[in-house]
């Protein structure tokens, strides 16, 4: 059966998930319980495992009740974390308990921005707006994140599964930001053949296998009829 996002994570400890489904979900005093759980999440780098959306919708749910309690380094966090999840809902459902004034901070506009390049798989303009020039003294919107880039990774390669049949070793090079021989080494990894002109075939799925298209179109008798007459009359 496949899992979802609030699906209890192996990683989540007895004490929270208590928390999580008692009477003490909300209570304001147990907030730092659930940002010392979110730190934990971020320094996991298992994507299967370091990120527990129900944990961390609570605590974004505490910080709309009690605007005093607001950490926005958690919530960016929380974000990022949503941003990689496999569920591309769960950052959506996390933005939804966001003030607008919230939405306004540096960072956390930074990632609606890259949510946008995300959806709309620009994924070299994602890469370069993470981590800037290289000049750029600025942190990244992903740091304190382990395995983030391991994780956006493997969902780009999703999007590359189920999108294309063949690509060029060089596309993807610029979608995963990977130079040819780290791109290689992945090829055999997922066992993707690569021909002598540099182009991978990927496997048939359901996603990435061409349909038949058949249109039909009903006309009624009395649209026949002005149809007939038309051209007779011409």
């Known amino acids: 059966m496949a ?21 003490e979900r909300y209570n304001p005093q147990k907030a730092g319980v659930l940002e010392d759980y979110l730190e934990r999440q971020c320094a996991n ?13 609570a605590l974004l749910k505490m910080y709309q009740f009690n605007p005093d309690l607001v950490n926005l380094d958690a919530i960016r966090c929380i974000l990022v974390k949503a ?3 496999q569920s591309q809902s769960d950052f959506n459902l996390c933005l939804y308990l966001l003030s607008d004034d919230i939405c306004k901070d540096a960072s956390i506009s930074k990632l609606l921005v890259l949510r946008d390049y995300l959806e709309g798989a ?9 981590y800037g020039a290289e000049d750029d003294d ?13 994780g956006l990774r493997r969902l780009i390669i999703g999007e590359i599964t189920s999108t294309y049949q063949t690509v060029a070793v060089k596309a993807v090079e610029t979608m995963v930001s990977l130079n040819e021989e780290a791109v290689l080494r ?29 249109i039909k179109e ?17």
């Open 218 to 234: 009903n006309v009624k008798f009395e649209q026949l009829t002005k149809i007939i007459s038309a051209a007779n009359g011409i």
């Open 122 to 130: 620009q994924f070299d303009k994602f890469w370069k707006e993470i």
């Open 3 to 23: 899992t979802t996002s609030f699906d209890r994570p192996s990683t989540r400890p007895d004490e929270i998930h208590t928390l999580l489904t008692g009477v």
């Open 186 to 214: 992945l090829c055999k990894e997922y066992n993707w053949p690569v021909d002598g002109s540099g182009i991978i075939t990927l496997p048939l799925k359901s996603e990435n296998k061409a349909k038949n298209t058949v």
């Open 45 to 57: 780098s298992d994507p299967l495992s370091n990120h527990d959306l129900m944990a961390n919708l």
């Open 138 to 150: 600025e942190g990244s919107v992903v740091d304190d994140i382990a395995g983030f880039d391991s």
């Open 83 to 85: 941003l990689i999840s």
